[in-house]
């Protein structure tokens, strides 16, 4: 070996970091290896949300919740676990056990997080909680990162804006709260910035916290260090090959080696073997999301499993975004004055539902009709009143999503209809019929609204149902959307103490794994926002419990 360290973590998302803290606070020596020249992962530009049942910020608020009726939830939402080994009864169990103390853990390690307020489970199940099971980072000033803020992977939120205030800030010119929500933001920004502070939300925060703690803990981090080849010796992982600055390094690993490297969401060739017909021009995830540590773990006989499921998110594509950045559309899909249709003209789908089900179904359906496009039909209320695949509320839109025909125009459904290739008749008779459903408050074909998360997605002004509005004012609109995803949800089968499986159930020796390179614990379900950086925490805690006691006896 060239070097040896306790433990080496592959890939900087946020289970890397926090595994590291808690080897670094049992006093071993801890490598972070990530193979891209920016620290922070797919977590860094998500929402930065963990799932986190019973945990102490609910508590602290009064809100009840216990490990009893998070399992019935859990249990309900993740279903047989039968065909899916990441999902056992005893990684359930576990989960609910574990992810509450790693909250804790965070806590006490001066990591500042925060509920969001009112955020519901996303399935209408039994032990489902109204208010939400959500934990995030509070806002982060991430000058106090030093020469490592220029390292830390830029997030989605421009603004230093809590998540349920940027969600609320496209109201600004509707209403008065809107409009002293944007004062507030603005505020401060400006006393920020004249304090010498960058202050950061959302995924970006919850890393930047998450790297400032880890530096503090004296954790070594290395950049554009990619690793090639994981190190067996008599049947148990000894360490890395890594790839840095041109050189091969041998690096051992006396506890173990934690794979965070992320899924596959950025590997075409993977994506046409496991989940057929999707496209990486599709994905949200952050570059480094190739797949290739999965298969070197199958290489030295990991099991494999649920690599045909995804944590999809419906996105548009408009033109002028960055390569590589799709829009998230799922929150336009839900606000009233829209529906989505297929080629035909017809619904197929509860556009509200949490945004794995709504990508599921847009796959399913385009897959049983090869060619098939998805459209986003909306009237003038729409984009007079909500934020439209990027962009905030107002008829005036980008030059160029007119001069690309991004967005469909028509004076008429028919003209609308032609303009996109849609069936008109079909399109008349759904938009007709559903127009019927918002005046009466009730989707009778997908019951849209009819739970607790649909309405929250919605406009709490719109009566009778907050989700469900008229589409009548011409002209009328639409864009083409996909069913994208902010990550793979498949990956290396791991038992409840977060350590890597092969094909016979039996444990490799030194290898662990968390975050989107497992088969996730949700299995083919979505509890709650957070569901896979909630896990990528609590694995990634988990498994360095597991290593430091391990190494202590």
């Avoid at 509200?352 to 098939?372: C, T």
Wanted: with cysteine; aromatic share 6%; proline share 6%.
């Amino acid at each position: 070996m060239n070097e040896t360290f306790d433990f080496v973590i592959i890939g900087s998302g946020g289970g890397s970091m926090c595994a590291a803290l808690v080897l670094s606070a049992a006093g071993k020596r801890v490598l972070i290896l990530e193979k891209t020249d920016l620290v922070g992962g797919t977590t860094a530009v998500s929402g930065g949300v963990m799932w986190i049942p019973d945990n102490p910020l609910m508590a602290a608020q009064g809100i009840q919740d216990s490990p009893g009726q998070a399992l019935t939830y859990f249990n309900a939402v993740a279903g047989d676990s039968q065909d899916t080994p990441g999902t056992s009864p005893a990684r359930r169990r576990t989960y609910i056990e574990q992810a509450p103390k790693m909250v804790e853990f965070l806590l006490e390690r001066g990591i500042a997080l925060r509920r969001i307020p009112s955020w519901p489970d996303y399935c209408a199940l039994p032990g489902a909680s109204e208010p939400g099971r959500t934990v995030t980072s509070e806002l982060f000033d991430i000058n106090l990162l030093g020469e490592w803020k220029l390292k830390l992977r830029p997030g989605f939120l421009p603004l230093p804006a809590r998540l349920e205030e940027a969600m609320a800030l496209p109201d600004f010119k509707r209403s008065w709260s809107g409009k002293k929500l944007l004062a507030r933001i603005i505020g401060r920004t400006i006393v920020s910035r004249l304090q010498g502070k960058h202050l950061t939300s959302a995924g970006q925060a919850l890393q930047g916290q998450m790297l400032q703690a880890a530096l503090r803990a004296g954790v070594e981090i290395r950049l554009e260090a990619a690793v090639r080849e994981l190190l067996v010796d008599d049947g148990r992982v000894t360490g890395v090959v890594a790839v840095a600055g041109g050189s091969e390094i041998r690096i051992g690993a006396r506890l173990g080696v934690l794979v965070n490297a992320g899924g596959f969401a950025r590997n075409q060739r993977m994506r046409d073997q496991y989940i057929p017909g999707t496209s990486t021009d599709w994905s949200r995830t952050a570059p480094g999301d190739t797949g290739e540590m999965i298969e070197e773990a199958a290489r030295i006989g990991a099991a494999v499993a649920q690599m045909d499921e995804r944590v999809g998110n419906p996105i548009a594509l408009p033109p002028g975004g960055k390569p590589g950045e799709p829009t998230i559309v799922h929150g336009d899909l839900g606000k009233p004055h829209g529906i989505v249709v297929d080629q035909t003209g017809r619904r197929y789908m509860r556009e509200a539902d949490s945004y794995v089900k709504v990508s599921r179904a847009m796959l399913a359906h385009e897959r049983q009709a090869p060619g098939v496009s998805s459209w986003l039909v909306m009237d003038s209320q729409f984009l007079e009143k909500y934020v439209l695949a990027g962009s905030m509320p107002g008829t005036r839109k980008p030059k160029a999503w007119h001069e690309e025909r991004f967005l469909k125009r028509g004076d008429t459904l028919e003209e609308l209809a032609a303009a996109c290739g849609i069936d008109a008749s079909g399109l008349r008779a759904t938009v007709e019929r559903f127009n019927g459903f918002a005046r009466n408050g009730r989707d009778e074909d997908f019951h849209r609204g009819d739970h607790v998360y649909d309405r929250w997605l919605g406009d709490a002004r719109q009566q009778p149902c907050p989700t469900l509005g008229a589409i009548e004012k011409a002209p009328f609109f639409a864009i083409r959307v996909y069913p994208g995803d902010v990550s793979t949800f498949g990956g290396l089968v791991s038992d409840e103490h977060a350590r890597v499986l092969r094909g016979d159930g039996s444990v490799i020796p030194g290898l662990y794994a968390t975050g989107t390179s497992t088969a996730s614990v949700m299995g083919r379900g979505c509890p709650g926002a957070g569901a896979s950086i909630g896990p990528s925490f609590t694995w990634g805690y988990v498994a360095a419990r597991h290593a430091a006691q391990a190494g202590a006896g």
